[in-house]
């Protein structure tokens, strides 16, 4: 195992690295079991994984405080278990089950959490961006030092919604951290057939926004970069932009044959950039871990997935009456 | 233990697939997410992963096999060093889908379908106390008084639009808001439908009340996405955790002269959608009531109002505080001989034609819907089975129209009292000319309803 970046900070603990160890690989266990159950029939229609891209999720909620918000595309699974939303509730609404967040109704593109402060799970490219907005929008109201962490893709990067939010963010100071997931494909479509843009968060520049580019294969990185996006929010000075570099190692979605990529380069990432073996090396050369704590922590994951499996499984189909509630509030 | 690996479903319409390829053979050793075989659904060739680690004990469908039903056992996975158990032994196989398909039961109906109701009746309770005092108001006025009203009761609600602020309203609408208010609450954006109706739809789940002003409602197709997408499904879609009480309001339908892009009314559009209510007011008093009672609603509201309607005056009652319910039609004028079913504008006609019919001797029962969803059934149904004759009146296009739908409760729920076919009056079913003559030709006038009523009462 080839890890290229040595320990990012020093002032880093064994217990926090554990703890970005133990949420990473519960998003991918998490997912390797969606995709398995999709594989059953069990999850229907959409479902996209969040393999390969657990360290933006772990390391930005590492520079979160209890009130700030998220928001996100379909790609939603791993935010809602890194904001520490139940297991089961979400693996239960994938199976459209009475148990799963949105009682079965939502599905894995649409779930929300007021008690975690998690406001979906939307599934048009490029519309969480601007609800984001408005989310901090609504905090800078209220007169709190919320901040709302807004993700999107390296697709929605071009809607132009986009910079009609990013105009008004920084016209109204919103705090607001835009969150460019970069995992370089669209769909099928890569960035340098997208766009000629050298990068995408330099086009925070023509509104006067800040931004960086961030290594998303290295938690610490993120959770770095991610501390000072929220400082220059918490300040007041407006929004701020991270473009996480990312690679998801699975299709867009489950029914994707993956034909725009090579299986090499898929290899390559997982092999020498993968962001949960580096953790792990990080702990094993740290002396922070022994190989055998590390087994009872895979050990406990998989125990947490299964039991969410389970219960995916066991809780009931929504009844037939909740095709008519919650239509008005 | 071992663990039958089944053909798995790749598409979300798989029912079957040729297992065109296996990667590993018998006695190989696989982890979690290493690929070993290729599947060929109908639109592609997937990769399928091992998703436990294990030995391959036994392949059980060979490389090529056709029509491979998804969940059959296609391989057997065991632990290191253990056998595959004898054929007819029973290995553990991965979660029954049978429990997909246990829901057979029939959906509950919905309530359009549901048992003979009761008799429809209209409630005519007034809207305000009888003698309460009145004063004349225009529309313009009542409106901007509903919403100041509303502000001044709750530090939540904000409005925010094109010119909204320092230009008092590009219709004044909003005039003394941002001096009362000021520039917190009362918000110029950037011409930005799109985004700003998206940041309105956010500030609402955030726990705001916004008043989102859109210029004129042609220019509201920009941000349909937001209204429809993420205003009126969220609360559906969490499962009712998170609801978004939000209110977009502005000019609709045509005004004068103003051409294609800027004439036309989207009351059949956002009346088609579950989850949003949709209010389109004739008269100043109504605009008040209802407008309050949009900005006090938990859900979005579509409020449909109608430029040439602005100046007009008409009496408002003079009371501290006063909501119009939603769903609650108003009878204008009672009458035996036909019903005229309008709303917004199309009042104005309906009126008049009802004042022209009387001197002719045919008495019409004008009702104003005031909101078209919810909708008042019940007023028409009752109006309908006393005078057997139903006109309905709007400027929206005439395909998919209110007056349609309309047309089809009373079909399912009063055919037998109906005496003549239903008319529905709409647009012409044109882009709206510019030109003065042919802009009139595509409106719905006072005389295609008077005309329509003695159609249907056949004199």
Same mark, same amino acid.
């Given at each position: 195992?080839?890890?290229?970046?040595?320990?990012?900070?020093?002032?880093?603990?064994?217990?926090?690295?554990?703890?970005?160890?133990?949420d990473m690989l519960l998003i991918r266990r998490f997912e390797e079991k969606a995709g398995q159950l999709y594989g059953m029939g069990l999850i229907g229609g959409f479902c996209h994984l969040y393999i390969g891209q657990e360290a933006v999720v772990?390391?930005?909620?590492?520079?979160?405080?209890?009130?700030? #918000?998220?928001?996100?595309?379909?790609?939603?699974?791993?935010?809602?278990?890194?904001?520490?939303?139940?297991?089961?509730?979400?693996?239960?609404?994938?199976?459209?089950?009475?148990?799963?967040?949105?009682?079965?109704? $939502?599905?894995?593109?649409?779930?929300?959490?007021?008690?975690?402060?998690?406001?979906?799970?939307?599934?048009?490219?490029?519309?969480?961006?601007?609800?984001?907005?408005?989310?901090?929008?609504?905090?800078?109201?209220?007169?709190?030092?919320?901040?709302?962490?807004?993700?999107?893709?390296? $697709?929605?990067?071009?809607?132009?919604?986009?910079?009609?939010?990013?105009?008004?963010?920084?016209?109204?100071?919103?705090?607001?951290?835009?969150?460019?997931?970069?995992?370089?494909?669209?769909?099928?479509?890569?960035?340098?057939?997208?766009?000629?843009?050298?990068?995408?968060?330099?086009?925070?520049?023509?509104?006067?926004?800040?931004?960086?580019?961030?290594?998303?294969?290295?938690?610490?990185?993120?959770?770095?970069?991610?501390? #000072?996006?929220?400082?220059?929010?918490?300040?007041?000075?407006?929004?701020?932009?991270?473009?996480?570099?990312?690679?998801?190692?699975?299709?867009?979605?489950?029914?994707?044959?993956?034909?725009?990529?090579?299986?090499?380069?898929?290899?390559?990432?997982?092999?020498?950039?993968?962001?949960?073996?580096?953790?792990?090396?990080?702990?094993?050369?740290?002396?922070?871990?022994?190989?055998?704590?590390?087994?009872?922590?895979?050990?406990?994951?998989?125990?947490?997935?299964?039991?969410?499996?389970?219960?995916? #499984?066991?809780?009931?189909?929504?009844?037939?009456?909740?095709?008519?509630?919650?239509?008005?509030? | 233990?071992?663990?039958?690996?089944?053909?798995?479903?790749?598409?979300?319409?798989?029912?079957?697939?040729?297992?065109?390829?296996? /990667?590993?053979?018998?006695?190989?050793?696989?982890?979690?997410?290493? %690929?070993?075989?290729?599947?060929?659904?109908?639109?592609?060739?997937?990769?399928?992963?091992?998703?436990?680690?294990?030995?391959?004990?036994?392949?059980?469908?060979?490389?090529?096999?056709?029509?491979?039903?998804?969940?059959?056992?296609?391989?057997?996975? &065991? +632990?290191?060093?253990?056998?595959?158990?004898?054929?007819?032994?029973?290995?553990?196989?991965?979660?029954?889908?049978?429990?997909?398909?246990?829901?057979?039961?029939?959906?509950?109906?919905?309530?359009?379908?549901?048992?003979?109701?009761?008799?429809?009746?209209?409630?005519?309770?007034?809207?305000?106390?009888?003698?309460?005092?009145?004063?004349?108001?225009?529309? *313009?006025?009542?409106?901007?008084?509903?919403?100041?009203?509303?502000?001044?009761?709750?530090?939540?609600?904000?409005?925010?639009?094109?010119?909204?602020?320092?230009?008092?309203?590009?219709?004044?609408?909003?005039?003394?808001?941002?001096?009362?208010?000021?520039?917190?609450?009362?918000?110029?954006?950037?011409?930005?439908?799109?985004?700003?109706?998206?940041?309105?739809?956010?500030?609402?789940?955030?726990?705001?009340?916004?008043?989102?002003?859109?210029?004129?409602?042609?220019?509201?197709?920009?941000?349909?996405?937001?209204?429809?997408?993420?205003?009126? =499904?969220?609360?559906?879609?969490?499962?009712?955790?998170?609801?978004?009480?939000? &209110?977009?309001?502005?000019?609709?339908?045509?005004?004068? *002269? &103003?051409?294609?892009?800027?004439?036309?009314?989207?009351?059949?559009?956002?009346?088609?959608?579950?989850?949003? =209510?949709?209010?389109?007011?004739?008269?100043?008093?109504?605009?008040?009531?209802?407008?309050?009672?949009?900005?006090?609603?938990?859900?979005?509201?579509?409020?449909?109002?109608?430029?040439?309607?602005?100046?007009?005056?008409?009496?408002?009652?003079? /009371?501290?505080?006063?909501?119009?319910?939603?769903?609650?039609?108003?009878?204008?004028?009672?009458?035996?001989?036909?019903?005229?079913?309008?709303?917004?504008?199309?009042?104005?006609?309906? /009126?008049?034609?009802?004042? *022209?019919?009387?001197?002719?001797?045919?008495?019409?029962?004008? %009702?104003?819907?005031?909101?078209?969803?919810?909708?008042?059934?019940?007023?028409?149904?009752?109006?309908?089975?006393?005078?057997? *004759?139903?006109?309905?009146?709007?400027?929206?296009?005439?395909?998919?129209? &209110?007056?349609?739908?309309?047309?089809?409760?009373?079909?399912?729920?009063?055919?037998?009292?109906?005496?003549?076919?239903?008319?529905? /009056?709409?647009?012409?079913?044109?882009?709206?000319?510019? +030109?003065?003559?042919?802009?009139?030709?595509?409106?719905?006038?006072?005389?295609?309803?008077?005309e329509a009523a003695r159609k249907v009462t056949y004199r």
């Amino acid at each position: 195992m080839a890890v290229k970046k040595p320990a990012a900070k020093s002032n880093v603990s064994a217990e926090e690295l554990l703890g970005y160890y133990r949420d990473m690989l519960l998003i991918r266990r998490f997912e390797e079991k969606a995709g398995q159950l999709y594989g059953m029939g069990l999850i229907g229609g959409f479902c996209h994984l969040y393999i390969g891209q657990e360290a933006v999720v772990v390391g930005l909620e590492a520079a979160a405080k209890e009130g700030d #918000k998220r928001i996100t595309s379909y790609r939603d699974h791993g935010h809602m278990l890194a904001c520490g939303m139940d297991p089961k509730g979400v693996m239960a609404e994938l199976t459209g089950r009475e148990g799963g967040y949105s009682k079965g109704k $939502g599905g894995s593109m649409h779930m929300f959490s007021k008690e975690k402060h998690f406001y979906g799970g939307h599934g048009i490219v490029g519309a969480q961006v601007p609800l984001g907005a408005g989310l901090a929008f609504s905090d800078r109201y209220k007169g709190n030092d919320n901040v709302t962490f807004t993700y999107f893709g390296d $697709g929605a990067a071009n809607q132009g919604q986009v910079y009609e939010t990013y105009n008004m963010a920084m016209l109204w100071d919103l705090p607001v951290i835009f969150v460019i997931e970069n995992n370089k494909y669209a769909m099928g479509t890569s960035v340098q057939r997208a766009t000629k843009s050298p990068s995408l968060w330099e086009r925070g520049a023509a509104y006067g926004i800040k931004g960086e580019e961030v290594d998303g294969m290295d938690v610490l990185a993120v959770k770095a970069a991610g501390e #000072k996006a929220v400082a220059h929010c918490r300040a007041g000075k407006g929004p701020y932009i991270l473009e996480v570099m990312t690679y998801r190692y699975r299709g867009h979605s489950m029914s994707d044959p993956a034909k725009y990529r090579t299986r090499d380069e898929v290899q390559k990432m997982r092999q020498e950039r993968d962001a949960i073996e580096h953790v792990r090396e990080l702990l094993l050369q740290g002396k922070h871990a022994t190989e055998d704590d590390l087994k009872n922590i895979d050990k406990d994951i998989k125990a947490i997935v299964n039991e969410a499996a389970e219960f995916s #499984k066991e809780s009931p189909e929504p009844a037939l009456e909740e095709l008519w509630t919650d239509i008005y509030a | 233990m071992a663990t039958e690996i089944l053909m798995p479903a790749l598409s979300p319409t798989m029912e079957e697939g040729t297992l065109a390829k296996w /990667l590993v053979k018998e006695g190989d050793t696989v982890a979690s997410g290493d %690929i070993i075989a290729e599947i060929e659904t109908d639109k592609a060739t997937m990769e399928f992963e091992a998703v436990d680690e294990g030995v391959i004990g036994k392949i059980l469908v060979e490389a090529g096999t056709e029509g491979v039903k998804v969940n059959t056992p296609i391989a057997i996975l &065991v +632990a290191e060093g253990e056998d595959v158990p004898a054929e007819g032994a029973k290995a553990e196989t991965a979660p029954a889908p049978a429990a997909l398909n246990d829901s057979e039961g029939k959906l509950a109906a919905p309530a359009s379908a549901a048992p003979a109701p009761a008799a429809p009746k209209a409630d005519t309770s007034p809207d305000w106390p009888e003698g309460t005092a009145m004063k004349t108001q225009t529309v *313009r006025e009542a409106l901007r008084d509903a919403m100041a009203e509303e502000m001044r009761s709750s530090d939540d609600v904000f409005v925010m639009g094109e010119e909204v602020a320092e230009y008092q309203g590009a219709y004044k609408i909003t005039q003394g808001l941002l001096d009362e208010f000021g520039a917190k609450r009362v918000i110029d954006t950037p011409i930005t439908e799109h985004g700003f109706a998206g940041i309105g739809v956010g500030a609402a789940f955030g726990g705001l009340r916004p008043i989102v002003e859109f210029m004129t409602f042609n220019f509201a197709m920009q941000a349909i996405d937001h209204i429809i997408n993420s205003a009126a =499904k969220t609360l559906y879609m969490s499962g009712g955790q998170m609801g978004c009480p939000i &209110v977009f309001r502005g000019p609709n339908g045509a005004a004068a *002269r &103003v051409g294609a892009q800027h004439s036309q009314c989207y009351a059949a559009w956002y009346a088609q959608i579950p989850g949003l =209510k949709v209010v389109m007011p004739y008269s100043a008093a109504d605009a008040k009531g209802l407008l309050k009672q949009a900005i006090r609603d938990p859900n979005p509201v579509i409020f449909l109002e109608n430029e040439i309607l602005y100046g007009r005056s008409f009496d408002v009652p003079v /009371l501290d505080d006063f909501t119009i319910p939603f769903g609650k039609a108003k009878i204008w004028r009672e009458g035996t001989d036909v019903t005229i079913v309008s709303f917004g504008i199309g009042m104005t006609y309906a /009126l008049e034609a009802a004042e *022209r019919l009387a001197k002719d001797g045919i008495s019409a029962e004008v %009702i104003d819907l005031r909101t078209i969803r919810p909708m008042d059934t019940d007023a028409i149904l009752a109006s309908v089975m006393k005078t057997n *004759r139903l006109i309905t009146v709007e400027e929206g296009f005439p395909q998919g129209s &209110v007056g349609n739908y309309i047309t089809s409760v009373v079909m399912e729920r009063a055919f037998d009292y109906l005496d003549a076919p239903v008319i529905n /009056l709409a647009g012409k079913d044109v882009p709206m000319p510019y +030109a003065a003559n042919l802009e009139k030709l595509a409106l719905v006038t006072t005389d295609e309803v008077v005309e329509a009523a003695r159609k249907v009462t056949y004199r």
